[in-house]
């Protein structure tokens, strides 16, 4: 029998963060852009605790775009052309009714993006959902080395494995100090701008990706720590069956979950799937 958590409370609070934010020097011609390329539906009560059954989400598959002077990054690369297949590939209770709109790889070619400025495609993880759309972009997929082997052995990274063949694998490694409460960091171009931590514990190498924006805006891209905003603001958990479910350790997830409610007051807080978190954050599709 599986323990009943429904009564339980939500997460303690956890002290705010006081200390001043890391330095960045993000360059001025540094720009941030959201390319939404479709959703699944998902209801509430399997996304947080305390969610409704009657409300059904549009879970969002979107990739994000860094332009940066020293060569530009997505995050996560949204659906593909191929999305359909990659769906049925799943086992059938995974399967969810999906829109597709407009792919990266569409988008750049409406909006006349030169695709030589992309360094690759940092994935937060190897989910079927986050890399799908890699199989219509051949460019380096960026990973480290406890996603690369989470996506060699687990169920959870098969699609990823058919995809990931054609491409160029560029491994990083935390070789930074602390940032923000996280044990190591990866600092992408050096300046500060673009912040990768581990976030183990969704998948063995997820990971959080923060960003600094030269108007002094901050985001956190935080993959599927959480896969709605309700869960930080709420301090709501994944209901224990889709935390042993979907997760690979629980208890770093909650720890990383304190780690980013701490710091809500202090940037924009993105969960990969909440479609309302990408507010702001401009389309590159005009």
Not at 179 to 205: E, I, K, M
Not at 235 to 248: N, Q
Not at 255 to 282: F, K, N, Q
């Amino acid at each position: 029998m599986v323990p009943d958590d429904t009564r339980m409370s939500p997460l303690p609070i956890p002290s705010a963060w006081v200390e001043p934010l890391p330095e960045a020097a993000p360059p001025s011609d540094m720009a941030l852009y959201q390319l939404p390329t479709g959703t699944y539906e998902t209801r509430a009560i399997f996304a947080f605790k305390g969610g409704s059954f009657r409300d059904k989400r549009p879970f969002a598959a979107t990739s994000v775009l860094i332009q940066h002077p020293q060569g530009d990054l997505l995050i996560d690369a949204g659906f593909g052309s191929q999305v359909d297949a990659h769906i049925q590939a799943l086992p059938r209770i995974e399967r969810a009714p999906h829109q597709l709109g407009n792919t990266v790889s569409e988008q750049f070619k409406a909006n006349d993006y030169d695709q030589s400025c992309l360094r690759g495609v940092l994935v937060t993880h190897s989910h079927w959902d986050h890399v799908s759309g890699l199989d219509d972009l051949q460019l380096p997929i960026w990973i480290n080395e406890g996603e690369l082997q989470y996506a060699g052995q687990s169920k959870g990274g098969r699609v990823f494995r058919e995809i990931s063949g054609s491409h160029r694998i560029h491994q990083y490694e935390f070789r930074g100090g602390p940032y923000l409460g996280f044990p190591s960091s990866y600092d992408v171009y050096g300046d500060g701008s673009v912040v990768v931590v581990p976030a183990r514990g969704h998948t063995t190498g997820s990971v959080i990706t923060f960003v600094a924006l030269p108007s002094g805006q901050r985001y956190a891209f935080i993959g599927d720590l959480t896969w709605q905003l309700d869960a930080i603001v709420h301090r709501a958990e994944r209901p224990l069956m889709m935390r042993m479910l979907a997760d690979t350790d629980p208890q770093l997830v909650r720890e990383d979950m304190l780690r980013m409610i701490a710091l809500a007051g202090t940037m924009h807080i993105v969960p990969s799937h909440d479609v309302s978190a990408y507010d702001g954050i401009p389309l590159l599709l005009n």
